[in-house]
């Protein structure tokens, strides 16, 4: 719904602070995750890598009547990085497997009702374009990617990691030149090494 009433562009840029929130709340619950000036200049240089790969495709438009989007993609950020933080807090007592059950347990029924409520008018086409997303969002990220975030999160500060969260959205850009053969710019490339520059200072050890 966010993405509907703002731009791609611009609903990349505000769904990639979900690492500033996912830091900003480990700050105050996780006591060994504290937030450093180091940390917080890695994080702000890998989003200003973000920013500037991106920032060709947000100049024109009219920026007010993007700002319902804007903002509800920023919220749905905010909740990813509580969501990250709060799992790093249950997952030291809970196997990662059981959490997913529980999480899709309480999630899959409120999707359900969501759906009937906002999409019963709406036509079901099963088609192996939708099938094939289906079984990748499924098996793919809600099941492998979600078990490794959730193992990895038992080993590792929460902070360590979301920071390479920020290689996603200047991936989709590379696969887009290499798949759709789309312009590889300069802006991305200098984009690109800022976020790595920012996943090491985040990861350096003092």
């Known amino acids: ?11 990349t840029i505000f769904f990639s602070l979900y690492p ?15 937030l450093t000036k180091t940390k917080t200049l890695g994080i702000l240089t890998a989003f200003g890598g ?3 790969a ?3 495709n947000l100049q024109g438009g009219n ?10 993609v ?23 497997y059981r959490l997913l059950v529980w999480l899709l ?18 036509p079901i086409e099963w088609t192996l374009a939708s099938t094939a997303g289906l079984i990748y969002q499924g098996w793919i990220i809600t099941g492998f990617c979600f078990l490794g975030l959730t193992w990895t999160l ?3 500060k929460a902070s360590k990691l979301v920071v390479f969260s920020f290689l996603m959205p200047l991936s989709g850009v590379l696969f887009s030149h290499l798949f759709l053969r789309d312009e590889l710019t300069l802006d991305l490339l200098a984009g690109t090494g800022l976020v790595a520059t920012g996943i090491y200072l985040v990861n350096r050890q003092p």
Request: charged letters at 15%.
């Open 74 to 96: 920023l919220l749905s950020a905010c909740f990813l990085g509580l969501r990250i933080t709060l799992t790093k807090v249950f997952v030291q007592d809970i196997y990662p």
């Open 50 to 52: 973000v920013f500037l």
């Open 154 to 156: 038992r080993r590792y």
């Open 54 to 56: 991106f920032m060709p």
């Open 20 to 34: 500033f929130f996912t830091v900003l709340f480990g700050h105050f619950w996780l006591p060994n995750d504290r």
């Open 105 to 122: 347990g309480l999630n899959i029924p409120c999707f359900y009702l969501l759906s009937h409520i906002f999409e019963s008018d709406k």
């Open 1 to 11: 719904i966010g993405t509907q009433n703002t731009t791609a562009a611009r609903s």
């Open 63 to 72: 920026v007010t009547g993007y700002l319902i989007g804007d903002l509800i």
